[in-house]
């Protein structure tokens, strides 16, 4: 999987992040009738990064998230921050738009 972040997600992340607190994780949560295809993503930043997670290489930051997301989501995704709202897209579709990212632990 490859995750890039646009300059104006960037940008406004910078705005967000707390010392210590600069682990960004993706997280897939399966949708409320428990169909995995019916998931929702969030993003959070957490000071560290669940055991069971995995590290992914990106244009700027590290993003964390499950082995099993994978099976979800395309190989190449964009995080973006358009209109107020960051986007989760990639080339087929959009998963999700975000008005903010969470502080975790």
């Not at 409320?32 to 969030?42: H, K, S, V």
């Not at 957490?46 to 979800?72: C, D, G, L, M, R």
């Amino acid at each position: 999987m490859q995750i890039h972040f646009t300059d104006q997600s960037i940008t406004r992340l910078l705005t967000q992040l707390n010392p210590g607190s600069n682990h960004l994780c993706l997280i897939y949560g399966i949708g409320g009738c428990g169909n995995p295809l019916d998931g929702t993503i969030r993003l959070k930043f957490n000071t560290i990064p669940p055991a069971n997670y995995i590290k992914i290489h990106t244009n700027w930051i590290p993003v964390y998230t499950e082995h099993s997301t994978f099976q979800f989501l395309d190989d190449n995704l964009i995080i973006d921050f358009h209109s107020g709202q960051y986007l989760v897209k990639s080339n087929n579709q959009i998963y999700g738009y975000f008005y903010n990212v969470e502080q975790g632990n």
